[in-house]
């Protein structure tokens, strides 16, 4: 990419999008192009059509997705899958009619098998079922990679894929049920300790392992691979690296400054044991994630105190 090339970020909006147009405005490129859902419905193919005719983008990063929560995903199924696979296909079929360079398409570690050996190897994708209730939005963003996959045998379209681990960051969604487990911990903990709460009380055991990388880290390694990697399989992106979510509420609590008492419900459910995914390809490529747990904490804290959107 040079730094006059126009580079399409779809879902510019989003935590991941705006990570990485932040990413590029860094590096100094001039020509980012980007629409919100009202100036652009990606689910219309004629609208997606003009305008890529019209702007003729070098570069895409295709960051946009319809995403929710457990609930979100279970209730709204049709509208998941629907929407993610009309967004990705008219996207990714106009980057090849009009002559696209490269393509960026920005999966989900839900892809892989419900039960998948940890860590989890981009080679466990299709080997196993699902996690039954986002079952509808791993299945488009399998066959986002797929689309990539089959324009590139078909057409030699520079199309590739990469798929992140549990993210965190400033964009991120602070709603208590709809929210993630960082976004979930850092509201609870500022709630208790703004009331003078003597406990925070989290459901589960405390033992599950999980995998957590700061958004800006993952835009560092989208712009990483646009540059250089060109090949057909798709990459993992991640840390390589797993805290409990007992260490994490501690952490978290840490971070905020709550004095009291860390409470487990074992009543409640831990949900998968561990989830871990192996990051060994994009590593040696020569890319690594730069931010510490501890220092993205106190950067997603600082957001989240920030917003103005906050429910």
């Not at 126009?6 to 510019?12: C, D, L, M, P, W």
């Not at 990413?23 to 004629?46: C, H, M, P, T, Y």
Request: proline share 4%.
């Amino acid at each position: 990419m040079q730094l006059q090339d126009k580079i399409y970020v779809a879902g510019h909006n989003g935590m991941v999008g705006s990570a990485i147009v932040r990413r590029l405005k860094a590096d100094g490129f001039q020509q980012i192009i980007v629409r919100s859902s009202k100036e652009l419905d990606l689910r219309n193919q004629v609208a997606v059509n003009a305008f890529f005719e019209k702007e003729k983008p070098a570069y895409v990063f295709l960051a946009a997705a319809k995403v929710g929560g457990i609930i979100a995903n279970n209730t709204y199924r049709a509208d998941f899958l629907y929407d993610n696979l009309m967004m990705e296909t008219n996207v990714i079929h106009a980057s090849y009619q009009q002559g696209v360079k490269k393509l960026l398409f920005l999966g989900s570690s839900c892809i892989y098998p419900k039960l998948a050996p940890q860590p989890i190897k981009e080679e466990h994708l299709l080997t196993g079922l699902l996690e039954p209730t986002n079952e509808p939005y791993a299945i488009a963003k399998i066959a986002g990679i797929k689309l990539c996959e089959a324009f590139r045998d078909q057409y030699g379209c520079n199309f590739i894929a990469a798929m992140p681990t549990n993210l965190y960051g400033k964009g991120d969604n602070y709603h208590l049920q709809n929210s993630h487990v960082i976004p979930a911990l850092l509201r609870k903990f500022d709630e208790a300790k703004t009331s003078r709460k003597n406990t925070v009380e989290i459901w589960g055991t405390g033992t599950p392992l999980r995998e957590f990388m700061f958004v800006d880290d993952l835009a560092d390694g989208c712009v990483f691979l646009m540059k250089n990697y060109n090949d057909r399989q798709f990459v993992n992106i991640g840390t390589g690296q797993e805290l409990s979510i007992h260490d994490l509420a501690k952490l978290v609590k840490e971070v905020v400054g709550f004095t009291g008492d860390i409470v487990f419900d074992t009543t409640k459910p831990d949900g998968t044991p561990r989830k871990l995914m192996d990051s060994s390809l994009i590593h040696k490529l020569g890319w690594h994630h730069q931010t510490l747990l501890q220092d993205g904490l106190k950067l997603a804290y600082q957001y989240f105190k920030e917003s103005a959107n906050r429910l």
